[in-house]
């Protein structure tokens, strides 16, 4: 008989390796950021630009445009065409992208280090000089609106934009994804109005983290983006109301073999003393797979293959999110047990190989996500996009190591708490309505209305 195999403890966390950050702002209002880290001769590069709407009511048409714009504003310059950019760029190893989110417009690249001065160039020529030509602006919209039609398809992204639009109201956060005829009727003309307008350096930040010379690094990007100007700041989201949850809203699809379960609510956000405490009750609660929701509702009653919770964060809101898909027949049993855990998080105390096992994790997802160039070049984007240091990551890794068990179940009660949720169920109403009319009022509403 073979003798068991004995699987050594795990050591303790390391500790966040401390940053040799150095930080710029130039005389256009550009904040600079570079954290060098010899040893792999590339360069990872974040421009983060501001990029909200600024009210509710322009935000259904500014998403719309921001949506066509990061993939239009790639397509040419007054010296380049499409081709000609991407070939700057590849030529040092690079290939630059554009993405936007409800916060903000993101220029990102991965590229060798002795080719930083050139690719800064191609950033300052499309950040100065984006043409926006008529012809490939509309091969570019039908691109964009083609995928939001099938987006729109998908129960998943109903489901998000339905949670959204309840959880945020009159706020442009409401507006997750635009109208396929709102994405129909941008033009070239309103781009560059909107790139104009909108794409300014101050307020935006950048981040080089990899083999660089700190005092270099900030002269080359002088040099390149000496003549991105512009009056005015890039505009940030205004605050978020706080709705009351209202009543569960169930968004039909007639005949759906699967329900999708959400619910969501405010949590604190990265500058608040209670967010280690929050982020490890939401890992014991459902943020990993040892997590109880779901050993119930996976391992034990076998509801749904990937159920899971997470704490998010956007500009001026972060939450408290669940999810779960399960089939039809089981819509109100699930939607049961994933109440009854969040109850239970309040109710039954977290145990010390609970909260040993959560921190460990995050603490070790933490250590993960800024191992690599391209993870700590995103991560310190989006802390400078909120406002924080860089040490951000330090004193919040110590923050994690101090909490105590009384504190995950207070922050449970006052998070994870079900009435403070706004939930939200995509699937067959016929089926599903009157079994979730146990948990209190339920709304009908169709895919094209959630509001």
Avoid at 116 to 138: F, I, K, M
Avoid at 224 to 252: H, I, N, R, S, Y
Avoid at 311 to 337: C, I, M, N, Q, Y
Wanted: aromatic share 4%.
């Amino acid at each position: 008989m073979n003798a068991p195999v004995l699987v050594p403890p795990l050591g303790e966390p390391r500790p966040q390796p401390e940053l040799a950050v150095t930080e710029e702002t130039l005389p256009n209002g550009l904040r600079l950021v570079v954290v060098p880290r010899p040893g792999v001769p590339l360069v990872e590069l974040r421009l983060r630009v501001p990029f909200a709407a600024p009210t509710a009511r322009t935000a259904a048409q500014h998403t719309a445009r921001a949506s066509v714009l990061s993939g239009a504003v790639l397509l040419g310059t007054g010296a380049h065409d499409a081709t000609g950019i991407a070939e700057a760029v590849q030529a040092h190893g690079g290939e630059l992208s554009v993405s936007t989110d409800p916060d903000r417009l993101l220029f990102a690249t991965t590229l060798l280090a002795e080719g930083l001065a050139p690719v800064l160039g191609v950033l300052a020529e499309v950040l100065t000089d984006a043409t926006y030509p008529a012809d490939r602006v509309e091969a570019e919209r039908a691109r964009v609106a083609e995928r939001i039609s099938i987006a729109r398809s998908q129960p998943g992204i109903i489901a998000r934009t339905a949670l959204a639009a309840r959880r945020y109201g009159a706020h442009p956060y409401a507006e997750q994804l635009p109208a396929v005829e709102l994405v129909d009727a941008v033009r070239s003309q309103a781009l560059r109005k909107l790139h104009r307008e909108r794409v300014l350096p101050a307020g935006s930040t950048l981040v080089l983290v990899g083999d660089l010379d700190p005092a270099a690094a900030v002269g080359a990007v002088g040099t390149a983006l000496a003549g991105w100007t512009g009056e005015g700041t890039a505009v940030a989201a205004p605050p978020v109301p706080q709705p009351a949850p209202g009543p569960l809203q169930v968004v039909d699809r007639p005949g759906a073999v699967q329900s999708n379960l959400r619910l969501g609510g405010p949590a604190p956000s990265r500058t608040d003393p209670d967010l280690p405490a929050v982020r490890l009750a939401n890992m014991v609660y459902g943020g990993y797979f040892s997590s109880r929701l779901v050993e119930n509702i996976r391992e034990r009653r076998g509801y749904s293959y990937s159920p899971r919770s997470s704490v998010d964060h956007l500009a001026a809101a972060s939450s408290f999110l669940v999810e779960a898909d399960v089939a039809t027949e089981v819509t109100g049993p699930a939607f049961l047990e994933t109440w009854y855990e969040l109850g239970r998080m309040a109710l039954a105390p977290v145990t010390e190989e609970e909260l040993d096992a959560a921190r460990r994790y995050v603490l070790g997802s933490m250590a993960l996500s800024t191992a690599t160039h391209a993870g700590l070049a995103s991560t310190l984007s989006a802390l400078t996009g909120s406002g924080l240091p860089p040490q951000w990551l330090a004193e919040h890794q110590q923050a994690l190591a101090r909490v105590t068990v009384e504190e995950v179940q207070e922050a449970a009660r006052r998070v994870l708490q079900p009435a403070a949720l706004t939930a939200v169920v995509v699937g067959d109403a016929g089926q599903v309505a009157d079994p979730l009319r146990t948990f209190g009022p339920v709304e009908v509403v169709s895919p094209a209305d959630p509001a």
